[in-house]
């Protein structure tokens, strides 16, 4: 997998899709396309599947280009957004469960948790700050990290998220504003 062009200009390209330029919809797939299959490959973790969501993400993006906003955040994580949410409602959608154990799915979703912020930090070349919040992560017990990190890499509702640990909804939202007020000083 190549490396992103540090000089690869992800709102002017966007601008361009909304205007209709297909060159740019393909310059931003050789830009990005590899790296946004890895992302979606790893929440649905089947290829072929991730293959049709990055697809699908590039008509979306190809579609919608002209709803970025820039003052909500930068154009490639918009476009990571609309591949990763694509990626999201597949595995909602074709949810399947398997039976395993209390300590297997607790061990399973731990490291599944810490892959996808790993995945994350990659993405989003996160890599200056991800040294640091990795650290502070793993100072939290693991019930509460899993807690943080289903909200926000697995994009987990609180509810969800409370049926997944078999935990009441008070106490994950309890775990999750406290967690995220530590990582915050440990952040400091």
């Given at each position: 997998?190549?490396?992103?062009?540090?000089?690869f200009?992800?709102?002017?390209?966007?601008?361009?899709?909304?205007?209709?330029q297909?060159?740019?919809?393909?310059?931003?797939?050789?830009?990005?396309?590899?790296?946004?299959?890895?992302?979606?490959?790893r929440?649905?973790r089947?290829?072929?599947?991730?293959?049709?969501?990055?697809?699908?993400?590039?008509?979306?993006?190809?579609?919608?280009?002209?709803?970025?906003?820039?003052?909500?955040?930068?154009?490639?994580?918009?476009?990571?957004?609309?591949?990763?949410?694509?990626?999201?409602?597949?595995?909602?959608?074709?949810?399947?469960?398997?039976?395993?154990?209390?300590?297997?799915?607790?061990?399973?979703d731990?490291?599944?948790?810490?892959?996808?912020?790993?995945?994350m930090?990659?993405?989003?070349?996160?890599?200056?700050?991800?040294?640091?919040?990795?650290?502070?992560?793993?100072?939290?017990?693991?019930?509460?990290?899993?807690?943080?990190?289903?909200?926000?890499?697995?994009?987990?509702?609180?509810?969800?998220i409370?049926?997944?640990?078999?935990?009441?909804?008070?106490?994950?939202?309890?775990?999750?504003?406290?967690?995220?007020?530590?990582?915050?000083?440990?952040?400091?």
């Open positions: 997998m190549s490396s992103p062009s540090a000089d200009d992800y709102e002017a390209t966007l601008a361009a899709c909304a205007g209709g297909r060159g740019a919809l393909h310059a931003l797939y050789e830009q990005e396309g590899p790296r946004l299959l890895g992302v979606v490959h929440i649905v089947d290829r072929a599947l991730a293959e049709d969501i990055v697809h699908d993400a590039c008509v979306n993006i190809w579609t919608r280009a002209a709803a970025f906003d820039p003052a909500r955040g930068s154009a490639r994580g918009w476009i990571y957004s609309v591949a990763r949410n694509l990626a999201l409602n597949a595995v909602r959608d074709g949810h399947r469960e398997v039976a395993v154990d209390e300590d297997t799915a607790a061990a399973l731990a490291r599944a948790s810490l892959e996808a912020w790993h995945d930090a990659d993405a989003f070349a996160w890599q200056a700050s991800a040294g640091r919040i990795a650290h502070c992560l793993e100072q939290l017990e693991p019930v509460r990290r899993n807690c943080v990190l289903h909200a926000y890499v697995d994009g987990f509702s609180h509810g969800e409370a049926r997944r640990l078999d935990a009441p909804l008070g106490t994950v939202k309890a775990w999750i504003k406290r967690s995220l007020a530590a990582l915050r000083e440990c952040m400091t």
